[in-house]
């Protein structure tokens, strides 16, 4: 084999390389995927395989508990969804929830890291006190906050109390029963987005800010010009995530409200709905598989244009 070698201001010169060195490059390449083979074989046993059969389930009516001939129906799981009101309510209430939920976790966390790289004293207490809810059980935390959203002995309508303020039924409201989940899961993951935030502003050169205050530059025209630029790849990946959990989120809507999504449904998301199909008393799986499609869809199509975005903005601050 030859391969042609360039150097600046010489002409191309071509190398032949001998089977020897042919056969150690192989060799060398074979030992790299043998080396990776047990994690390809995890991950085809306890990740592709799975998701593979979970699309086959869907075009058929599918049911666990019938051990008979599982009949084949094509696409009628998916035709079914997209005529069902209640799928397309809980379509709505988890972009609803992302819209919501994903830029107040940004923006909290965004705000907590920067008072926490100021000059704030006690800085590892203060981290650690905000990343605990993240490394917490889920159930002792939404256990604790179902309690804090009571009616009549909760924390939250003691202070509106205190305040001369009407009391509000946080999760018996279907005004306020999404809202309620939001403000759980916003200081639930707070701490992960913050210790992202604060990796991204350990990695700003503190030269570029003291050259901006001798400048004359003040706190906000430094961080509308040096900080936040350099940390919208770091924001992007933050987005990211929270937007990809937020489509996924089944667990405290189901601890605080129930799995019908608490009263008039108005906190049903996706993930709720796929449980009432696929796990109820009367469990439709080959449905819940369809919906489990969806989602994945969903999830998919939002990363790819979030991940084009994160390297646009990469290339741009590397520019």
């Known amino acids: 084999m030859k391969q042609n070698v360039s150097v600046p201001g010489y002409q191309t010169k071509k190398i032949n390389h001998s089977w020897v060195w042919h056969l ?180 700003i050169p503190t030269e570029l800010k003291e050259a901006a205050r001798v400048d004359g530059a003040g706190s906000w025209h430094i961080f509308r010009h040096i900080t936040w630029p350099m940390l919208i790849p770091i924001t992007l990946v933050v987005m990211l995530l929270g937007t990809i959990e937020a489509f996924k989120m089944f667990q405290p809507a189901f601890l605080l409200v129930g799995p019908v999504g608490g009263p008039d449904n108005s906190a049903n998301t996706l993930g709720l709905y796929l449980f009432s199909e696929g796990f109820s008393t009367n469990p439709h799986d080959g449905r819940g598989a369809a919906i489990s499609v969806i989602l994945f869809l969903l999830v998919f199509i939002v990363s790819i244009v979030q991940f084009t975005l994160s390297r646009r903005g990469t290339q741009a601050v590397e520019a």
């Open 24 to 203: 150690r490059r192989w060799t060398s390449t074979g030992q790299a995927y043998v080396y990776l083979l047990p994690a390809f074989i995890v991950l085809a046993v306890f990740s592709y395989g799975p998701a593979a059969f979970v699309f086959y389930m869907s075009l058929f009516k599918w049911s666990f508990l019938n051990q008979g001939v599982q009949p084949f129906i094509g696409l009628a799981n998916y035709e079914y969804l997209l005529h069902s009101a209640t799928f397309w309510h809980a379509l709505q209430t988890t972009v609803l929830y992302v819209i919501i939920s994903v830029p107040l976790q940004l923006f909290l966390a965004l705000f907590l890291a920067l008072c926490l790289m100021s000059g704030i004293r006690a800085k590892a207490f203060w981290r650690l006190l905000i990343f605990m809810p993240f490394i917490t059980p889920l159930v002792a935390t939404t256990a604790i906050w179902y309690w804090m959203f009571d009616k009549y002995h909760g924390l939250f309508d003691g202070l509106l109390r205190l305040l001369h303020l009407p009391a509000i039924d946080w999760l018996g409201d279907p005004h306020w029963t999404l809202f309620s989940i939001i403000l759980y899961t916003t200081w639930k993951s707070a701490g992960f987005s913050l210790v992202i935030f604060l990796a991204g502003l350990g990695n």
